[in-house]
Structures are given as structure tokens and as C-alpha cells.
């Protein structure tokens, strides 16, 4: 007997199966075929039944295993996937002069589509000889018969090429039913087909032969004859090719059971909703009543349908339901990844993603590829990178970190990567002298880059040695090996093993055997092939990256999320459809394959049937959404969302409207995350409500954690808003920092004064960018402070020679010591900008010449330390009651004028790259006080250095960037007269500002002596003993408020100074403007 067992979802189709394998087993040997999916719960099932032993459970790939154990064929050689990609290529690359069509196709992507594309030829049956017989009977200016032909050709070598070492396992149907047509396996048998929605042309056959040789077949199909909804015609379509396979099989007597009615459900409404969700005109049945178990959900976005999602779960395994009892169906579970297990993870409920793991981003592989990338290419530092951030060559992450850090900041690659020169450049970026930090840096780095780069050099230069795809292939391989990962993998296994997380466990073991499976395949296929190694590489990556990984639950009660393309084994009864959106679910049908819909239907009429025509695809669509629908047993979550993630509208799919058609009186539920006592869900989910909910039910939340041990720290921490501008250190920390007597420098504290939270990012923290190092203002500065204070040095000591020779001396000594090269060496770029930085910086020279010429200010000292040492000057006496200060610092220039009466005036000098203009109002805010307190230093405590009391003259500062020299017209004389910028504050001396500047004509100091009034830049002796009082008050507030930790984010801004400008710390900063 054949017979069709029909009924809708739920009708008992798989009951009356049981039941009658339990029958016919008393009799005889019983075959149940299932889907490889449906195998371990059929299993299982049928263990329970009485005379399970004479049952067996099979799929079609185990039925072949079972005949051709009985009949021969089971020790063949069958080529795997990766193989045939490889087999493939050469093919393609061998062929691709004699294509008119796919000649130009080289990519690895295409040999992976032309691999896809045989098998699925292969198994409906559509051989390379067909092609090119259809190819022959096609107009010659349709492009569908040089398509035709090519794959007709290119198919047919591919074949040859495996038949040669391999036997395909695509044709293991077609070897079975061969061996099947000569032998009477079935005889006797009751045969019994379930779970299935349709077959490929080798299946069919499969079962035509069942059907001749059983005693009886019984086939289960999921549809009721006479529906006409899409699904119902997608199933009819199967019944009428299994039809036809009875009819070849000579019992065209088929016999249709037809369950109707359904069993599964508890509930009418779901019932009703599997026995109509599928018809075509759904108004035509109507549930009148109101739905309590069926859930209509419109949500913002995806994410919030997983909340709704999660907290519906929530509630009902608070209520006592399992979540093993519960399924989350999404049309394509790989786009669901990171949204719902995300939102699952924070609800804290297990599941299990039902999908494969894409490898392509697993540390294994990234350490394979970029270490193949980065000898292939030079070493680049990019490559070299994504070889490091693996975390499997051997340094630590830390170490990871400071070699990246450094990488990036030098822009290394090539040989300044893995060449024996050392690395002195410093860690923080252009300087001429490195910090003790900086030493220490360098040599931890040193190491690190000896583990990491000898290895990675000899594979390099054996690399290079290699011709053969096995050549390259043993490299590869001996390179791990001595790398330690197959030990470092084994440490992460057995990690995983101890923190119970057996899923990471299990993908670390198949990953290493995917790749040891790899290179087994490419030295079996392409062994002897030469290549070079960047073709290597790719023939790699076509099987790596292609590859999927399995997952096993790791729980057996967690909640499993399917795409709806998989049959979900077992019946669960709570089922969640999420995304039931238009064009997602049921999903928008394309062109797919080498052929358009057109040109299949030309092939068609020539004999060339497709099993994957558009019209079929739109069926399955339609079917795989009805049969989410109707899987559920005791209540059903259906979500759609009003806007995809980008912001563009949504609307929903032609699944909400059918149950919309059928329930008239369902409501759709607006899931809104307002502040509702229903969204309490979950531990960790309910402290973000208590977060962000700010009335009673955010009071008594907040109430709640404060009293739970794992989540009162967090809440503390958590009610600091990011841009929080009130913030300090803890009193321990803050004695552990700034403890005792403070030491610090004025450009430090001017930092604070400018900013509290910048300074404590900077030079507490010492948070670093890690962009790369860029010749800033700050190094032009550096640059021109160096060569003037040598060059400038040097004519104060007498030096009567060629100014421009003495600079260019003066920086070749600085790019020796900052970029460790000649000045030749370096980049145009560099050349050009140093040439035109020494050219100011000798009319600048010049200029100062000439004023040493006129002025009885004469230079002293050059970069003199305020601090402690032999030749140091101590800082000015800051203390009071609660704090005690020492500013160190280094003075530019200072310059002595011995008066006739003996006394010695002492003037501070500081260059200045950048505009500076010295107002007094900037001091009582703590601004523009560093030369002042340079120069109230010497007045305290020069006498020790100089012999004599010291009297403050003032504190010049001269503007010496490139675009502070100005070029008047000429003169009577034909010279050209240079002015530079300057400002400052000045003893309100005649006679000594006249020691100055002779002519007091503003050539030298910023002041003249006619005009008006009283300058705004001199001031009295008195006066300035005063403002000695009031800069110290000021230092001492700033530094009282430092040693207590205050931290606040509130930038001194005025109309002048902002500094929020330039700083660095503004992606950390709390000041909510950033």
C-alpha cells in the first residue's frame, strides 16, 4: 500500500505514524526517513515504542550507509566541500580562455557559486550534457545559451577532474537507487516517510524505489487536499510528484488519509488559526471571539520586540512554564544575532541559537590570515596588528597594547618593524629627550618585539622559498606549531571546560580540526600546484571562510531561537514569531542562481527543469510563516516593528494581516518601554529601570538595590551622570597622590587652573590618544626654543661667525635627537618645513644680535632650572597652613643689567611659538603667572647664583612663531627692518627700561616713551612685591584644591581662552558639550 497521510499542523500526522510503526513492527522490519534534523528526537521516541528494535530510524544519507553496507561501496574516497571549491578553481582558471560567458570569472566568491550551483544540478538531475544540448537548440544572440554552454563545458571537466581521484557524495541517491534497481532490499519492509515538505529529483527516485520494493510506504504531508492557500499549493505540488514516483514505481494506487481536525492545541483560537492560517481568502473564515492566547505585538524596532519577547518569557516561567517548552522563530536567525540573544542575555534567560557560527572573525583564523597577509605584503602595520589583537602569539595583552600603541604612533611597517635597528623614538610622540617612563617603555617593547617578529621572519623567508600548495601548506602548519597554539587552544578548551561554558569549549576543538581538515584537502586536491603565496592564501580562505561550525545546546532547559527555514523538532508550546515584518518574514523573493526566471523558462521548454523557480520560492515563504504560526500548542507571540534600525518606516507582513482577517477582535499591543510596574523583569534588566525610571516605581527600585550586594556598587557609580561636571578623588586617594610637600610644575598646574578634569586625565591617569604621532605646534615650538637657545647662546658668548651656519648646527643636533637620522634622510615634507623654521629662526637670530649690540640687558642664562641641583635655582617660598608648594620650572632666557649704583636687575625672557599677549587681569584668574613666578623665584633666591641681591626688572615675552616677523618697505639705507611681537610686564623704571631699549621706540620692549599716561604694561616695585602676595594666594588655592582631589569639569573659559579647543581629553570629557 502507498499512502499519503494528510492533515494540517497539529492534526496528529506524526501520532498515527508512531502508532502504526508500532504495528508494523510486530511483522517486520520498519524504516521511518526523517529530515537530519527531526533524526535524535525521532530516535528517541521510537526507543519507546514496543518493538523499537525492529525499528530503524534513517535519514537518506544513513539509508545509502545502510545499503551500501549490504550491497558494496562503502569504503569510497568522497571528496569534501573545500576540495571541491579547489577542484573547481583549477578548472575555471585551466578552462577560462576557451569561455565565452564566465571567461573573465576568477573570483573565489564565483567558484563558490559554480560549486553550489553543480550540487544542486546534480541532485535534481541536470547533467552537463544537457546544458550543452539545450545550449545547441537556443538562439545564438540569447545570453542564456553562451551561459548554458559555458556551465555545460566547465561542469563537465569539474566532473571528470573528481572522478579521476574521488567519488562525489552528491551522487551517493543516484549510486544508491543503482544498487537498489539490481537488489530487493525494501522486500518485506513498511517504510514510513515523515516530516518532509518536498524532495530533490535523486530523492524522488530514491522513493519510487521504496515504493516498488516495500511492502508499504506511508508519507506524511503537512496539507489537507482541496486548501488552496500558497503553503497548501507548495505541499500539493510534492503529493503530485510523489505521485508520479508511484506511478514509475508501478503502484499508481495511492491512497490519501486525510486527519482532519487537530489535536495538539489548548486552545480553540489556536486551532482555528492552524487549520485557516493558510487559506487564500481568509475572510472567509472568521473566530469571532476573542483570542486569549494568541498575542499581537507592534514595537519601535527589533530590539524592543525582543524586550516585549523577554519579558513575556519572563512571566511565564515565573508562572511556572519551562523554557525548554518555548521556541523564538525569526525568518533568519544569522540577522538576528546580537539583538535578540543580546536582550535575552540581560534578562538572564538561557537559550540556544540555532545557527552556525561563521569563522571567518575567530582568533585561530584572523592569526592564520593576517600572519599569511602580513608576510605576503611587507609587513604593514595594519596586518601586523590584526596579528596581534588574535591573543595567540605568545605576548600578553598588555604587551599587546603598548606594541599596537606604538605601531600606530610611528606609522611602522617593513623593516622598522622586524629590522635590527632598535626603536628610539619615544612612546608619547616627538621629543628630543626621553622620560625615565619612556626608557622603560622602550625596553619592554625591545622584548616584545623579538617574541613577536622573529617567528614571524623566518615563516616570512621561508614563505618566499615555497612553491607548492603543500609546501606552503607544511609552513603554515610548522608555524603554529612552534607559535604553541595547539597548547594555547588547549588552555582555552579546558577554560572553557571549567566555567561550565562547553559550547566555547567544543568550537575551539572543531575549529582546530577545520583547519588541520583544510590543509588535508589542499594538499590532497592542489598538492603539486604552484602558486604563489597570496594565491595560497586565498585558496585557504575559500574553504575556511565558508565553513560553518555546529553548536550543541549546553542546557537542557534554555529557550532555542530557529530560523524559520528549520524545522523545529519536537512541539513546543509556547512559540514567539518576531520580525513579521513585509519583505522580511514571510521574505522578499529575488532572482538567485546563474539564470534569470526567463531564462530558466526557455531551459525548461528544452527539458531543463529548475526546482528553485521564484513562483516555488514565494510557496516556501508563505509556508515556513504558517508553519511557525501553527507550531505552538498553548500560546503564540506574534511582534512586528514600526522602524527598522536605520530609521526607515516599516510596515507589517502579510502574516500580521491574515491574523488580523481571522481575529477581528485581536488588539495589537503598542509595547512602549514607558515606567510600568509589568516591565519589572529580571535582576539585571530591572536595574536599568531603576535607572532610568524617576518616580515611585524608580524610588522603590532604586531602594531595592541599594540593599543587594551585587548591585549597590554598581548604583553608587551609576547615578554619576557621564556629564557629571562635579567630581573628586577620594580623600585616601588623594593623600596617596599628592601626600606631604607638593612638587609640581607651573605648566602642570596651569593645566589644573585651565581644567581640573583635563589635568587629572593627563598627568594622573596619563591618558594617551592613540593616533599617530603628528609634528604639532607643540614640536614646531620645540624645534625653534632648540636651535634659538643655542644659536642665540652662542652670539651672546661672542659668536661673531655665519648665524644661519650656527643654525642649521643647532637643528641638525635636534632631528639627530628626535628622529635619530641625518637631515637628508628625512621626508621632503620634513625638509621643507625645517628649512623654513631655520630661516625665521636666523632672522630672529639676527635681531636678537642686534639688540645685545644696543641693550645693557645682556643674556646670562639660557634654559635655567627653577628647582633643586648643583645648578638650579630654588623656587619661591609657597606655603601655608594647608599646603606647601614647590613649582619647578626652566626659564628660556635671563638676562643681568648691573647698575652704576651696583645693584642687579634681573629681566626673565621666554620665547613664544604661538600668540601671546601678557595681561595683567589674566593673573588674579591664576593665568599668565609662570614667568612672574620665575621671576619672583630669582628675586627670592638669586642671590646665591648671581653674588648679589636681585631686583625684578620684568618678564618679556617674544613672539618667534614664522608669521610674527614682518617685512617693511625699505629704508634710505636699503635694509630691512624686522619687528617682532612682544609683551610682558616692566619695572616702571626710566633708567631701566631705557637699559632695555635706548631709544624706548618699542623696537625691543613693548614700551615708547612718548604717549600719555602710564603704560599698561609697567608697574612699580611696590606694586609688583604686592602682586608677588597675590600670585602666591593663588597658587596655593589651586594647589589646596588639588592636594583635596577636586576634579571638576568645568573649563575656565574667557574671552580670550578656551580649553576645550585643543584638548585631547575631550572624547572622555564630562563637560556634556563634547
Known amino acids: 500500500m502507498i499512502g499519503f497521510v494528510c492533515g494540517a499542523s497539529g492534526s496528529g500526522k506524526s501520532e498515527w505514524v508512531y502508532a502504526r510503526m508500532a504495528e508494523a513492527a510486530e511483522s517486520g522490519p520498519v524504516f521511518l526517513l526523517v529530515p537530519d534534523r527531526e533524526a535524535v528526537a525521532a530516535e528517541s521516541r521510537v526507543a519507546e515504542l514496543p518493538g523499537a528494535g525492529n525499528i530503524d530510524v534513517v535519514t537518506f544519507r544513513r539509508l545509502c550507509n545502510y545499503i551500501f553496507r549490504r550491497y558494496g561501496g562503502l569504503c569510497a574516497d568522497y571528496i569534501g566541500p573545500g576540495a571541491k571549491k579547489l577542484v573547481m578553481y583549477r578548472v575555471l582558471t585551466a578552462l577560462s580562455p576557451a569561455l565565452s560567458e564566465y571567461g573573465g570569472a576568477h573570483g573565489f566568491g564565483f567558484v563558490g557559486k559554480l560549486t553550489e550551483a553543480r550540487s544542486e544540478m546534480y ?16 538562439d545564438s544572440d540569447l545570453p542564456v545559451r553562451a551561459k548554458a554552454a559555458d556551465l555545460g563545458v566547465i561542469f563537465a571537466a569539474f566532473d571528470r577532474e573528481v572522478a579521476a581521484r574521488w567519488e562525489d557524495p552528491d551522487g551517493i541517491l543516484s549510486k544508491a537507487a543503482a544498487l537498489l534497481r539490481e537488489n530487493d532490499f525494501f522486500a518485506g519492509c513498511t517504510v514510513f516517510i515523515d516530516s518532509f515538505t518536498s524532495f530533490s529529483a535523486q530523492q524522488y527516485d530514491l522513493i519510487s524505489l521504496m515504493m516498488a520494493g516495500a511492502e508499504h510506504v506511508y508519507i506524511t504531508l503537512p496539507y489537507l487536499p482541496g486548501d488552496d492557500g500558497d503553503a497548501a499549493e507548495l505541499i500539493a505540488d510534492t503529493a503530485r510528484r510523489l505521485k508520479r514516483a508511484a506511478q514509475r514505481a508501478g503502484r499508481p494506487d495511492v491512497q490519501e488519509i486525510s486527519l482532519r481536525g487537530v489535536k495538539r492545541y489548548q486552545s480553540d483560537e489556536l486551532a482555528f488559526l492552524s487549520e485557516h492560517i493558510d487559506d487564500a481568502a481568509s475572510a472567509r473564515a472568521i473566530f469571532w471571539g476573542t483570542p486569549r492566547n494568541i498575542r499581537l505585538v507592534r514595537a519601535v524596532n527589533v530590539f524592543a520586540e525582543a524586550e516585549a519577547a523577554a519579558l513575556d518569557i519572563s512571566r511565564r516561567v515565573r508562572g511556572g512554564a519551562r523554557y525548554r517548552e518555548m521556541a523564538v522563530i525569526v525568518r533568519d536567525a544569522a540577522a538576528a544575532q546580537g539583538i535578540v540573544d543580546a536582550v535575552f542575555r540581560k534578562y538572564e534567560i538561557p537559550y540556544f541559537l540555532s545557527d ?20 605576503e605584503r611587507g609587513f604593514r602595520g595594519e596586518d601586523v596588528i590584526s596579528y596581534i589583537k588574535t591573543g595567540l602569539t605568545g605576548i600578553t595583552p598588555d604587551e599587546g597594547n603598548l606594541l599596537e600603541n606604538y605601531i600606530v604612533k610611528w606609522n611602522l611597517h617593513g623593516k622598522k618593524l622586524y629590522g635590527d635597528d632598535e626603536w628610539n623614538m619615544s612612546p608619547a610622540g616627538y621629543s628630543s629627550s626621553l622620560a625615565k617612563a619612556d626608557i622603560e617603555a622602550l625596553s619592554r617593547l625591545s622584548h616584545i618585539r623579538r617574541r613577536v617578529f622573529s617567528p614571524l621572519k623566518a615563516f616570512s623567508a621561508a614563505l618566499r622559498e615555497a612553491k607548492t600548495v603543500k609546501m606552503y601548506a607544511t609552513l603554515l602548519f610548522d608555524f603554529l606549531s612552534d607559535l604553541g597554539v595547539p597548547e594555547a587552544l588547549k588552555e582555552k578548551t579546558e577554560a572553557a571546560h571549567a566555567r561550565e561554558d562547553f559550547s566555547a569549549a567544543a ?6 580540526n577545520v583547519f588541520c581538515s583544510a590543509l588535508d584537502q589542499l594538499v590532497v586536491s592542489c598538492g603539486d600546484m604552484e602558486v604563489p603565496a597570496s594565491e595560497f592564501s586565498q585558496m585557504l580562505q575559500m574553504i575556511l571562510f565558508e565553513t560553518d561550525i555546529g553548536k550543541i545546546p549546553t542546557s537542557v532547559d ?37 539564470f534569470s526566471e526567463y531564462e530558466k523558462g526557455l531551459l525548461e521548454k528544452q527539458g531543463v527543469v529548475f526546482a528553485d523557480r521564484a513562483e516555488r520560492r514565494v510557496k516556501e515563504e ?4 504558517c508553519r511557525a504560526a501553527s507550531l505552538a500548542s498553548d500560546a503564540l507571540f506574534v511582534s512586528f516593528s514600526h522602524y527598522s534600525l536605520s530609521g526607515t518606516e516599516e510596515r507589517e507582513s502579510v502574516g500580521v494581516k491574515r491574523i488580523r482577517a481571522l481575529f477581528p477582535a485581536l488588539v495589537t499591543d503598542d509595547f512602549e518601554l514607558s515606567e510600568r510596574l509589568d516591565l519589572i523583569e529580571g535582576r539585571t534588566a530591572s536595574f536599568e529601570r531603576a535607572l532610568s525610571y524617576s518616580g515611585n516605581l524608580g524610588r522603590a527600585l532604586r531602594e531595592y538595590y541599594e540593599k543587594d550586594p551585587v548591585f549597590a556598587e554598581k548604583l553608587k557609580y551609576a547615578k554619576l551622570p557621564l556629564s557629571a561636571q562635579s567630581s573628586r578623588l577620594t580623600p585616601a586617594c588623594a593623600e596617596e597622590l599628592f601626600g606631604g ?11 589644573y587652573i585651565k581644567c581640573r578634569f583635563s589635568y587629572f586625565c593627563t598627568y594622573e591617569l596619563k591618558l594617551q590618544d592613540s593616533l599617530p604621532a603628528g609634528y604639532e605646534a607643540v ?14 647662546k652662542w652670539i651672546a658668548q661672542g659668536g661673531d661667525g655665519d648665524i644661519e651656519e650656527r643654525a642649521k648646527d643647532a637643528a641638525r643636533e635636534y632631528i639627530l635627537s628626535v628622529f635619530h637620522e641625518e637631515p637628508s634622510a628625512l621626508s621632503g615634507r620634513f625638509r621643507h618645513l625645517f628649512d623654513a623654521l631655520v630661516r625665521n629662526a636666523v632672522r630672529f637670530a639676527a635681531r636678537f644680535r642686534k639688540e645685545f649690540e644696543v641693550s645693557e640687558f645682556q643674556p646670562r642664562d639660557f634654559e635655567l632650572v627653577i628647582g633643586k641641583g648643583e645648578d638650579a635655582v630654588l623656587p619661591m617660598h609657597l606655603e601655608s597652613e594647608n599646603v606647601s608648594v614647590d613649582l619647578r620650572g626652566k626659564i628660556d632666557r635671563v638676562d643681568i643689567y648691573l647698575d652704576g649704583d651696583g645693584k642687579l636687575y634681573v629681566r626673565v625672557v621666554d620665547y613664544k611659538t604661538g600668540s601671546k599677549t601678557f595681561d595683567i587681569q589674566n593673573v588674579k584668574l591664576g593665568l599668565d603667572i609662570q614667568m612672574l613666578l620665575y621671576l619672583f623665584s630669582l628675586w627670592e633666591n638669586g642671590e646665591i647664583r648671581y653674588g648679589k641681591p636681585v631686583v625684578p626688572a620684568g618678564v618679556l615675552y617674544v613672539g618667534v612663531k614664522p608669521e610674527a616677523v614682518e617685512r617693511s618697505t625699505e629704508d634710505k639705507d636699503g635694509d630691512v627692518q624686522e619687528k617682532m611681537q612682544a609683551s610682558g610686564l616692566f619695572l616702571d623704571n626710566e633708567q631701566i627700561l631705557r637699559a632695555m631699549d635706548p631709544a624706548l621706540e618699542g623696537e625691543f620692549i613693548p614700551v615708547k616713551a612718548k604717549g600719555n599716561g602710564k603704560g599698561k604694561n609697567l608697574i612699580g616695585l611696590e ?23 577636586l576634579a571638576d569639569a568645568r573649563p575656565l573659559v574667557t574671552k580670550d581662552i578656551n580649553p576645550c579647543q585643543y584638548c585631547k581629553m575631550r572624547p572622555v570629557c564630562r563637560t556634556g558639550t563634547n
Open 123 to 138: 541532485q535534481n538531475k541536470i547533467t552537463p550534457g544537457e546544458l550543452a544540448r539545450v545550449s545547441d537548440m537556443l
Open 356 to 375: 552556525r557560527v561563521e569563522i571567518s572573525e575567530k582568533p585561530l583564523v584572523k592569526l592564520i590570515f593576517s600572519a599569511l597577509s602580513t608576510c
Open 507 to 512: 568550537e575551539t576543538v572543531q575549529l582546530w
Open 558 to 594: 534554555e529557550v532555542t531561537i530557529f530560523s524559520a527555514s528549520q524545522a523545529v523538532p519536537g512541539h513546543p508550546k509556547y512559540v514567539y514569531l518576531l520580525g513579521v515584518n513585509e519583505g522580511i518574514f514571510p521574505q522578499r523573493v529575488g532572482e538567485n542562481g546563474f
Open 622 to 625: 508563505s509556508y515556513y510563516f
Open 741 to 751: 610637600r607638593l612638587t609640581t610644575s607651573y605648566s602642570r598646574l596651569e593645566t
Open 779 to 792: 614640536d614646531i615650538g620645540n624645534f625653534v626654543h632648540m636651535v634659538l637657545e643655542k644659536t642665540v
Open 1023 to 1045: 606694586a609688583l612685591s604686592d602682586l608677588k602676595r597675590e600670585v602666591t594666594q593663588t597658587v596655593l588655592r589651586y594647589a589646596s584644591e588639588m592636594k583635596r582631589g
